[in-house]
């Protein structure tokens, strides 16, 4: 085989491979197997009303809620840092209002169900560690 023909190999087999992977395929989180809805009949009524008006609806348009309901996002610095990332996703319906009503939400339901994990990050954050 010629030179050029190995590379024309070479390229092929890497696509191939790619394809097959990670490249193309739909990045999958392994907390998207985990439940997918909060117990939020003792949250306060503002938590309640996000929860079924804004997160419930606008957080599944490209996933289901397992995602960020099951995600090591705690405190709200991360919250509002993934979920710009989020709204700038091509086709995100989601306002800036909805946006920071949604952080509320998530990092309140955080300090309830994953309290562990988020007092651990929050003493690293004040400590600067
Ligand atoms: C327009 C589509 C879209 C919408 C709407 C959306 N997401 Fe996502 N989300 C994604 C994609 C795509 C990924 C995979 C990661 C990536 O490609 O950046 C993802 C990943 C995630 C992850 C996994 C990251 C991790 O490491 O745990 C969390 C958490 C998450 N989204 C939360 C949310 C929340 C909360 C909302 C609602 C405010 C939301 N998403 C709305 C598309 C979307």
């Excluded at 790619?18 to 739909?26: I, L, W």
Aim: hydrophobic share 40%; with cysteine.
């Amino acid at each position: 085989m010629r030179p050029l023909g190995y590379w024309v190999l070479a390229v092929a087999v890497l696509y191939a491979l790619c394809a097959a992977t990670v490249c193309f395929a739909k990045k999958t989180f392994p907390w998207d197997s985990g439940p997918a809805t909060i117990d939020v009949s003792k949250y306060p009524q503002q938590m309640k009303d996000t929860y079924t008006k804004l997160f419930s609806v606008k957080c599944k348009q490209c996933h289901t809620l397992a995602r960020p309901i099951n995600s090591t996002y705690v405190l709200q610095t991360e919250w509002d840092a993934y979920t710009k990332k989020m709204v700038r996703k091509p086709g995100a319906k989601i306002s800036e209002a909805e946006r920071r009503l949604i952080v509320g939400f998530l990092s309140y339901d955080a300090k309830v169900r994953k309290k562990a994990l988020y007092d651990k990050k929050a003493a690293a954050a004040a400590g600067g560690a």
